[in-house]
């Protein structure tokens, strides 16, 4: 869709990366969309997944220290009208990350 640059969050002083396990007041859809929106503007917000199951939203935040991430949700994850709870887990150490995707497994579903 695009290219990107993969940059070292570690070396551009982004050290802590934090998956937020969000849940939402069951409200308007109006509170839906207005969360949908905090989050695309957020810049601390790399990825926002909306799931099923028992939290509403994975989210995976990046910022500078823990004092960072304090400030990031005081002063603005927990602000949004539309949340109830969240769960924050720290990430440790990368086991995999990647962009690419598994075109292998494409090939081999389209011959089978």
């Known amino acids: 869709r695009r290219r990107v640059a993969l940059l070292d969050r570690q070396r551009l002083g982004l050290g802590v990366m934090v998956f937020v396990h969000v849940k939402l007041s069951r409200g308007p859809r109006r509170s839906l969309e207005q969360f949908e929106a905090a989050m695309r503007s957020l810049p601390e917000v790399l ?3 909306m799931l099923m199951g028992e939290v509403d939203f994975l ?3 990046v910022t500078r220290d823990v004092a960072s991430y304090e ?12 949340v109830r709870d969240v769960r924050s887990s720290m990430a440790l150490t ?6 690419e995707l598994p075109l292998s497994l494409i090939a081999k579903g389209a011959a089978a």
Do not use: M, Q, Y
């Not at 990368?94 to 962009?99: F, N, R, S």
């Open 94 to 99: 990368p086991v995999k990350e990647g962009t």
């Open 59 to 61: 989210v995976k935040v």
């Open 71 to 82: 400030t990031f949700l005081r002063e603005k994850l927990a602000r949004i009208p539309a």
């Open 47 to 49: 990825e926002c997944h």
